[in-house]
């Protein structure tokens, strides 16, 4: 079920934005929407999932297909509507032929090893806004900075 809803979710965001661009600020409410309850962390169950995925077969990846790279997202490639339209294209016309569809998303979480958030210090700061490549790995040994827990 999870495998479905991802491909769904991901092929809405893919086949979209060929149709119209979709504001920035709709897009959390819209993933939210989409995914629901889905948004948990199920190592096992994700395991599970990747041994049942069939060996061989014609496959088709598409790699970071997010609405920020469409006209009006923040990484705008111009020729993204044309490509979304080639890839639905493509895949309306071998849906017979295709074995598996992989969708990749070029992700960012709010609570992420490269954001200021993730690191503490012993008083319970965080690290300045832009600073977060000022961490060293001595920084990391000698605890001045640690993950949050």
């Known amino acids: 079920m ?3 809803i991802n491909i769904c979710a991901c092929l809405v965001f893919l086949l979209v934005p060929s149709l119209a661009v979709i504001p920035p600020a709709v897009i959390p409410s819209a993933i939210e929407a989409v995914y ?3 948004i948990k ?3 096992a169950g994700d395991a599970e999932q990747a041994e049942s995925i069939p060996l061989g077969g014609l496959a088709i990846l598409v790699i970071d297909q997010q609405v920020s790279f469409y006209p009006g997202g923040s990484l705008a490639i111009p020729t993204a509507n044309e490509d979304a ?3 639905a294209a493509f ?3 071998h849906t017979s032929e295709l074995s598996q569809i992989v969708l990749t998303m070029d992700s960012h979480q709010r609570y992420h090893i490269a954001h200021g958030i993730f690191w503490t210090n012993d008083t ?3 690290p300045q806004p832009f600073t977060i490549n000022t961490i060293t ?3 990391i040994k000698n605890r001045v900075w640690k993950p949050r827990e």
Do not use: L, P, T
């Open 2 to 4: 999870n495998q479905i």
């Open 91 to 93: 895949i309306s016309n």
């Open 36 to 38: 629901g309850s889905f």
């Open 85 to 87: 339209a080639r890839i």
């Open 124 to 126: 319970g700061e965080s």
């Open 137 to 139: 790995s001595k920084d």
């Open 41 to 43: 962390h199920n190592v």
